[in-house]
């Protein structure tokens, strides 16, 4: 079972139901994608952590469902309340049209080999469950005691304020930088066009000279893996929100068990 800081719990399909139909801020989210429309793809994942999962997409529970036809947030929320997934996604691949992608039987690792791909954005995980803590160990004990998605607050702690420090890094290099709560831990996410056509080789360089002092996925930031949290949609594993932090200050004091923020109105009154 996951183990996570008070309140933070799977939510039911009726609680994601609730979430899309009453919360879901498409607004926000029409204007984060405004420049991604048609060039970008969305994912989700129905059920692969909680087993939480409508019953008529249970073959599907596992899968990573790619959404390739959306045109604004009207079209995400109508296929959130249909699959009503555990974890919804965008992929940072930008592709010159995503429409051909939908004919293509290739590979995705040969994506950056294709003449519709189109860069790629620099992104960093900050896990909290890649914390080494006192209490729990490292990643691969914590893994072995099937923890590895478990986290408690002193890891969460440790990778909020990593989301500061290298927010403030990377804004050195970068002018557009974002940090976004994805439910669990950070992503530090880079807008620059220059970040965008990095080479395969600059990326592992990159990740690993990151990751030597900042709890990230590496692999992430190297590219192996394309999908990052939609920001605005449901966590389903911790029941809370992916939210945008537009001022680091907010941070400093930033508690997921009881921030309106990122806390669903169904799990307020927990």
């Known amino acids: 079972m996951f183990k996570f ?5 799977p939510s039911t399909l009726d609680e994601r139901k609730e979430f899309y139909r009453e919360e879901f801020d ?8 405004e420049n991604r429309r048609r060039r970008t793809k969305l994912a989700m994942i129905p059920g692969r952590h909680t087993g939480i999962v409508a019953e008529e997409h249970l073959q599907d529970k596992d899968n990573v469902i790619i959404i390739d036809d959306w045109r604004n947030a009207a079209d995400v929320r109508r296929y959130a309340l249909d699959y009503l997934p555990e974890s919804m996604y965008y992929d940072r691949n930008r592709y010159k049209d995503v429409a051909k992608c939908a004919k293509c039987g290739s590979k995705v690792n040969s994506c950056p080999d294709c003449c519709n791909y189109d860069g790629q954005q620099l992104a960093f995980d900050l896990d909290p469950e890649n914390v080494d803590c006192p209490y729990h160990g490292h990643i691969g004990q914590k893994i072995a005691q099937g923890r590895g998605l478990s986290f408690c607050m002193l890891e969460f702690k440790a990778v909020r304020k990593q989301a500061v420090l290298l927010s403030e890094e990377l804004s050195k290099d970068y002018r557009s930088v974002e940090v976004v709560y994805s439910g669990r831990g950070f992503h530090v996410v880079v807008g620059d066009e220059s970040g965008y056509i990095l080479t395969t080789r ?16 590496e692999w992430v930031t190297a590219g192996g ?6 920001p605005f949609s449901l966590n389903g594993l911790v029941s809370r929100k992916c939210v945008i932090i537009r001022d680091l200050r907010d941070l400093l004091g930033f508690d997921p068990r009881s921030s309106n923020l990122v806390v669903p109105v169904f799990a307020r009154s927990a």
Do not use: C, F
């Open 26 to 33: 498409t607004k926000s989210l029409d204007s984060w994608s």
């Open 202 to 217: 600059e990326r592992r360089s990159l990740a690993r000279r990151i990751g030597r002092r900042y709890s990230i996925d």
């Open 5 to 9: 800081p008070h309140g933070m719990r």
């Open 225 to 230: 893996s394309r999908l990052l949290r939609l």
